[in-house]
């Protein structure tokens, strides 16, 4: 089976499933620690995979120095898709775990050819977004690529040394340069947390969506040949499900007419909203007779990862299948909802730029 997951692809991925035995990705189902893990993303499976969770958990437990690393492309606004990896590492602060967050605008210039003033500008705002959606920045280090020390460029160059061109074609198929030297940078990110001047963290764990995996298994083979000279311990890396741009296919900050922003106006989540593919059938006499199909509907999407408990998700599932809501209807209640979430984002992130100091949590690169 011919299956290869791209980090800087747009497509969705559809068969979950076909991951744990291509990859060898595990199920959230296999973690012990239910007790911990009573957030949403995983009671409802948004956070479906993992790989050494559990010996992260274990660490957690015996408090051990334990950290959550990850990463954001400063490409564009930030988007929903982006405020569920706020949503996670907000959770993990609060069982106990420090927080690390990369800016990758290195990647962004190289990869995505965007201009470098844009890739700082954006950064920081993702910055602000981020603590406006509930990460404590007391408790977090946040970093651009192009303005850490120089061991950290040094583990690049380092990690080049053992891996061929034939490996990383294997994981990641056709690599420019710029690919390349992207690929080896993310290494450098997910690793230098255990180097002792970086705080000796010999447990990582890296919350992604699925399409960051390729990064995770590179970062998991480079760490095992460096285990010796470098005293590098695999990382643990949790994967959620990318969430649907409103269109039906992956979210992203290139397609903004079917992405919900942070900074969107009221206005135009309303339209974006009731323009939204549903999982309705073809007249309203054919959906109250046959049902609709939640799990074909972007609406239906945005209760289960953002809007609604479990009872409301429940019941508003049965009323869709059952006939008894039609998507006028459904699409009407989501839009309030969000509204309503996104204008209690929008106060904080006002207060975030009205009292932080960001210069004083990040060092801004030069242009």
Known sequence: M???????????????DKLFTV????????IPYKDL?????????????????????NALRRGDKVIVLTGFMPSGVPHLGTAMVFEELKFFQEIGASVKIVIADAEAYAVRREDRGSTIKHGIEFIKHAIAWGIDPNKSEFYFQTAMKESYYRLIQMFSRKVTAAEMEAIYGDL???KIMAALTQVADILHPQLEEFGGYKHVLVPVGVDQDPHLRFARDIADRFSEELGFERPSS??????????????????????????????VVRKKVMM??????????????????????????????????????????EECVTGRILCGECKRIAVELLV?????????????????NIEKIVKIPAF
């Not at 011919?2 to 979950?16: S, T, V």
């Not at 893990?37 to 958990?57: A, E, M, N, Q, S």
Request: charged share 35%; net charge neutral.
């Open 2 to 16: 011919d299956i290869r997951i791209d980090p800087w692809d747009y497509k969705i991925i559809q068969e979950y």
């Open 23 to 30: 990859f060898g990705i595990q199920s959230i189902d296999s």
């Open 37 to 57: 893990l009573k957030h949403h993303f995983f009671t409802r499976r948004i956070v479906f995979g993992h790989r050494d969770f559990d010996k992260w958990l």
């Open 176 to 178: 420019t340069p710029a």
């Open 238 to 267: 949790t994967y959620h499900k990318l969430l649907r741009g409103l269109d039906g296919n992956k979210m992203s900050k290139s397609r903004p007419d079917y992405a919900i922003f942070l900074n969107d106006d009221e206005n």
């Open 276 to 317: 939204a593919l549903t999982g309705g059938r073809a007249t309203a006499e054919e959906q109250r007779r046959l049902g609709g199909e939640p799990w074909k509907c972007m609406i239906h999407e945005l209760y289960v990862y953002f809007m609604l408990n479990d009872e409301d998700v429940r019941k508003i599932t």
């Open 340 to 356: 309503g979430k996104l204008k209690e984002h929008k106060k904080k992130y006002e207060e975030v730029e009205r009292t932080f």
